[in-house]
């Protein structure tokens, strides 16, 4: 069975930068459609970005032109580099394959 595992969260203060990961075990990984969200306290899971098996990304108006999302194949491995960080990026990171498969998630906190 196919497992996420989300990595990199911590305390960065404001301005600054993350890079979050997501290695996944399996041998299939290149084939997934892959995705962020995140969940900040007190509110709903939402969706951050998606990159395509052929690399296509997508982001939410929240995040444009400040997170990266990309995928090292070979690795079986997704990033999100996360720069310009604001508090209200704040959230539990969570990673997710086109197959309805979730990783446990990572926290990452912003302070201001």
């Known amino acids: 069975q196919v497992q996420l595992v989300e990595s990199g969260g911590g305390l960065v203060q404001a301005g600054g930068s993350q890079r979050l990961s997501c290695a996944a075990s399996?041998?299939?990984?290149?084939?997934?459609?892959m995705t962020w969200y995140r969940q900040a306290p007190g509110k709903q899971r939402e969706w951050v970005a998606t990159?395509?098996?052929?690399?296509?990304?997508n982001y939410a108006d929240s995040v444009k032109g400040r997170f990266t999302i990309s995928r090292d194949d070979a690795k079986n491995t997704l990033y999100l580099q996360m720069n310009s960080l604001k508090p209200e990026d704040t959230a539990v990171y969570y990673c997710?394959?086109?197959?309805?498969?979730w990783g446990k998630g990572t926290l990452v906190t912003v302070s201001s």
């Open positions: 997710k394959n086109n197959f309805g498969t």
């Open positions: 399996g041998s299939i990984f290149s084939i997934y459609i």
């Open positions: 990159i395509t098996s052929g690399g296509s990304v």
